[in-house]
């Protein structure tokens, strides 16, 4: 089987492209054309989320190699919402997309096992076990309950061919309350968990030289995340904090190494809502999938731009 960073790298290359499309479908920015029909319940709301999702993916088919559902927003409806972020992913899997799960889980002990389990391997029933009913390929997660909490899922992730991104330096810049605060070592909480995870790194490489156990660096923070990456230089990074949260294709040059691998950027709400500019609430569904192509494509080729502006040997 080939390694999980090596095949998101190889769509990454024939697609010129390492973006990835975040599903965060907020009801109230949502076209009003989803919900035609469909009663103001949670299970109206999931439908017409699913029905949204499907088209983002087909839209964004052939232009990103993978999307990013973020769990909160199918947590909040329930057993319906979980069940639509169930059958989001299979269907991106079917339309041959790399999901994301964004759900930042980790807890200590049996819990963290529970959670690794659950959504990156194997749930152990009574005389069976069944693959994770989430179907990720890659999870992200917190590490802010220490390395024994980590340990499960770095484990998981490498017995299962799967990848996590644990969060290092995050988009937000209420995140360096934490995150800046210094270690007895000189380095601060986001330098120490590179250091970390350059050596978990080393224990699942594919041949294309990057690792599955990846970490969060946001894109907001390019001289932090200059420094990130070369204390994890094998890690695959998931780069949030485009488009919407200021950051800019230069700004994400810094996560990438010279080969112009070793990180993929997100946008959600960037390309989700990009039609409220174009044709507005009374969007039709040809409409929307127009736009987010649009948006996509747009995206691809600023990030794919600056990177080789600023990596003019890179491999594709």
Known sequence: MQHIADALGEKIMALKAPVVVGLDPALESMPEAYFAGLPDTLEGAAAAIYDFNQDVIDAVAGI????????????????AGVRCFEETTAYAKRRGLFVIEDSKRNDIGNTAKAYAAGHLGQV???GASAASPYGADFLTVSP????????????????????????????NKGGGMVQYAKQEDGHNVSESLAVYLKEQAQT??????YSAIGAVVGATFP???????????QSLLLV???????GGAADVAPCFCPDGLGAIVNSSRGILYAYQKTC?????????????????????QEIYGALKAAYPDMKY
């Open 144 to 171: 802010f309950l220490g390395d024994d909490s980590l340990e499960p899922f770095i484990r998981t992730a490498i017995a299962e061919n799967k990848g996590i991104f644990v969060l290092v330096r995050t988009s």
């Open 240 to 246: 949030p904090g485009y488009g919407a949260q200021g």
């Open 124 to 126: 152990k029933l009574r």
């Open 64 to 79: 990103a190699p993978a999307v990013k559902p973020q769990m909160a927003f199918y947590e909040m409806l329930g057993h």
């Open 223 to 233: 001289k932090e995340a200059k420094t990130l990456r070369a204390l994890m230089p």
């Open 280 to 300: 507005g609430e009374n969007c039709t569904k040809e409409q929307y999938r127009k736009s987010v192509a649009a948006a996509a494509r747009e995206m691809q």
């Open 204 to 209: 699942s490489v594919g041949t294309g030289g």
